[in-house]
């Protein structure tokens, strides 16, 4: 019998550590669009969780790798943007889900 966890009130977020974060600025189609250092990034991040929070839902950080995300974009055709990060987080997220 499949069970199935669905969490209505998780929101994945991409998450890079530094030299992850230094990579995806040099690479992102929208990198203009993010935050000029790393920590304002975290900041920005951090701001987004509060407001999930705020609102019952849980923000759960999914740690991203820019060589394989760009894979995954190169891979479907799609610009390595903002809306690629969060489709690429949740697939991770499905996956993990899987086991």
Known sequence: MAHHHHHHDCVNIAWFNE???QKLKAVAADADKLASTYDEWTEDVEKLERQLHDKG???HRIPVEVDTLA??????KRPLN?????????????RSNLG
Do not use: L, N
């Open 19 to 21: 030299t992850e974060w």
């Open 57 to 59: 839902e849980h923000a």
């Open 71 to 76: 894979r995954w974009c190169t891979a479907r």
């Open 82 to 94: 903002g809306e690629a990060r969060a489709d690429y987080a949740a697939a991770i997220a499905r």
